[in-house]
């Protein structure tokens, strides 16, 4: 399976809780103390950066891409 990192719906969780409008370690306390909200692969720590899937950030808070 190919990955392209170039995809908007791959982002830095600090800037996936700007555009959900939620506090920056908003997604890092979601995926700590709730992590069945977060399907399979929608989340990974690269290096000290965390990465979420919109389709992660869609599923932890119920809302869909404001961008969209």
Same mark, same amino acid.
């Given at each position: /399976? !190919?990955? %392209? #990192? %170039?995809? *908007?719906? @791959? /982002?830095?969780?600090?800037?996936?809780? $700007? @555009?959900? %409008?939620? %506090?920056?370690?908003?997604?890092?306390?979601? @995926?700590? $103390? *709730?992590? $069945? !909200?977060? &399907?399979?692969? *929608?989340?990974?720590? #690269?290096? !000290?950066?965390?990465?979420?899937?919109?389709?992660? /950030?869609?599923?932890?808070?119920?809302? !869909?891409? &404001?961008?969209?």
């Amino acid at each position: /399976m !190919k990955i %392209n #990192l %170039n995809s *908007s719906d @791959i /982002m830095p969780a600090a800037e996936a809780a $700007q @555009i959900w %409008n939620k %506090n920056e370690a908003y997604v890092r306390t979601s @995926i700590r $103390q *709730s992590p $069945q !909200k977060w &399907p399979e692969g *929608s989340y990974r720590l #690269l290096g !000290k950066t965390l990465v979420v899937t919109t389709e992660g /950030m869609e599923s932890a808070t119920g809302e !869909k891409d &404001p961008r969209k």
